[in-house]
């Protein structure tokens, strides 16, 4: 639960980014900017600074992706590609400049586990799911109330339609432009949580390009996880499992390059991506394209 906690949440905004038909590849750069945001904010040891100046990052980029993919209609392939170019260059280069070339010493206060009361004690499922950190009830929380803003008002009506009938909401008067923004802005600021989830949660410290695919990750995940949100909760757990593994497997100590062990949750998204090939993915029909 705790490794897939930070895939969860950006799988998640990106859900609901790609229902509107947009495709954010920019988000391995949303979350590695929401780290670095995090670093910035809780540099005076406040966590909840901390994870308000990572939303705000993730804000700030999905912002700058929505100015040329949104706005200015740009191809979103190439815009996502050129935030994730952007974002690692300027984070690497505002880190070293701040906390120099290495940044050895830097350590950052961390939340820790926050047993719930009563819910702990269930046995097996207890301190499995509920004696976690505070983003992993975040992302409880998130799942269900995605759902059903997506599938039980007008606005999640209104944002699946423009994912699967650009042309019919055009004509019925809906604003494409406005329902997307607002969807890049949720996206962005769950992956900027991502992020900060990532240095306040789990390792305490920053280092650069330390998203490592993670938000390519989590576009797999709502891939396989068919663009709804329970599903792509699932598939993210699945994800969590395999990185997971890889400490594991490190630290059974077996005499084999630890680079392996790296690459399971990578080696596991092309096999996840490779078991849809030659079925019907129930993709968005207007997934990519400018509205």
């Known amino acids: ?75 979103q392939i190439i ?14 280069a505002l880190y070293r400049g701040l906390y120099g070339a290495t940044g050895a010493a830097l350590t950052i206060p ?37 759902w059903w803003w997506l599938y039980r008002t007008h606005a999640g009506l209104a944002i699946r339609a423009i994912g699967e009938r650009l042309e019919s909401v055009r004509v019925s008067g809906v604003n494409v432009p406005r329902w997307r923004w607002i969807t890049l802005l949720v996206g962005g600021a769950l992956g900027g949580v991502a992020g900060a989830t990532l240095v306040l949660s789990q390792s305490g410290t920053f280092a650069e390009g330390m998203s490592a695919g993670r938000g390519f990750i989590a576009i797999a995940i709502v891939v396989l996880g068919r663009w709804r949100p329970i599903g792509v909760l699932v598939a993210s757990l ?36 490779a078991g849809f090939a030659g079925r019907r993915i129930e993709a968005p029909a207007a997934l990519g394209r400018a509205g």
């Open 1 to 75: 639960m705790r490794t897939a906690t930070p895939l969860a949440l950006a799988a998640l905004g990106e859900l609901v980014v790609e229902r509107a038909g947009v495709i954010n590849i920019g988000l391995e750069g949303i979350v590695l900017g929401g780290a670095f945001g995090a670093l910035l904010g809780a540099g005076s040891n406040n966590l909840v600074l901390g994870f308000a100046a990572g939303c705000v990052a993730g804000l700030f980029i999905a912002a700058l992706f929505g100015v040329f993919a949104v706005s200015m209609r740009s191809d």
């Open 79 to 92: 815009t996502g590609t050129a935030i994730n170019l952007l974002v690692l260059g300027l984070t690497g």
């Open 110 to 146: 961390t939340t820790g586990s926050v047993p719930l009361p009563l819910l702990v004690r269930i046995p097996v499922l207890g301190p499995t799911f509920f004696d976690q950190p505070p983003p992993t009830y975040l992302v409880y929380l998130v799942a269900p109330v995605l």
């Open 238 to 273: 699945l994800f969590g499992a395999a990185s997971a593994l890889q400490y594991l497997f490190q630290a059974m100590g077996w005499n084999v390059p630890y680079q392996l062990f790296l690459a399971i949750p990578y080696v596991l998204t092309l096999l996840a991506l």
